[in-house]
């Protein structure tokens, strides 16, 4: 069984920080997503990233994959208000079929 | 953009009803999924579907069917409903194919509270 787990679950930050959310997985996979999820509202899709050494990056935020290490980062530089936000990472349980195992979340607040 | 719609933004049932909850997609996409989300335990997979009348059980599929009658619409059904089916559900789609490489596009969500 597929489990994945994200660390820290809560984060409080301080504007112009840095910080790294965790997504660990227990079983092969080389498919990750991530989502932001705002108070209230849907998961808007962040990143995807197909295989191993793969890093994304938009804005402020950068992801990476270690499919050795079962692993995902998601790196926050120098944080902003508009940041705050719940952060999900998802893993694909089988080459693309897009059944996803979800992380519990990252509640992340960003103060001024 | 992909518009991924759910019919209820808020809902309250009793216990012991039957309840519908139905999510329609405009981007042609096969792959349709079913969620709950629950505080600390992020999202949990109750249904999907990869096309027409094709159905497939997720992790926590008891004590709900689904139904997909046309590719644009994926319905979620709770045969007797019970407290602790209280939850957030959310819907989504997505384009089939391991080189597709495209995301699940959410819906707003459904809040539903069983009394």
């Known amino acids: 069984e597929l489990k994945v787990e994200q660390n820290p679950l809560f984060l409080s930050m301080q504007e112009g920080k840095n910080y790294t959310i965790y997504c660990n997985y227990s079983t092969t996979s080389d498919r990750l997503y991530w989502y932001r999820q705002d108070p209230g509202k849907s998961l808007e899709s962040l990143f995807v990233?197909?295989?191993?050494?793969a890093v994304k990056q938009e804005g402020r935020l950068m992801a990476s994959l270690d499919t050795k290490a079962r692993l995902s980062t998601l790196h926050i530089t120098a944080a902003v208000h508009d940041l705050s936000a719940t952060y999900f990472c998802?893993?694909?349980?089988?080459?693309?079929?897009?059944?996803?195992?979800f992380g519990q979340g990252t509640r992340l607040t960003i103060n001024p | 953009d992909v518009k991924v719609t759910q019919s209820s933004r808020y809902l309250v049932k009793r216990t012991g009803e039957k309840v519908f909850l139905e999510c329609v997609q405009d981007m042609d996409h096969e792959n349709m999924f079913w969620y709950r989300q629950d505080p600390g335990l992020g999202l949990r997979l109750i249904y999907f579907s990869y096309d027409v009348k094709m159905k497939e059980k997720g992790d926590i599929p008891e004590g709900y069917s689904v139904s997909r009658e046309k590719k644009e619409r994926f319905s979620l059904i709770l045969e007797s409903a019970s407290t602790n089916q209280t939850s957030m559900y959310l819907c989504?789609?997505?384009?089939?194919?391991?080189?597709?490489?495209?995301?699940?596009?959410f819906g707003d969500g459904t809040r539903l509270s069983i009394l």
């Open positions: 990233l197909l295989s191993n050494g």
């Open positions: 989504a789609s997505s384009l089939r194919g391991q080189l597709e490489n495209k995301p699940q596009h």
């Open positions: 998802a893993v694909d349980m089988g080459w693309g079929a897009q059944k996803l195992v």
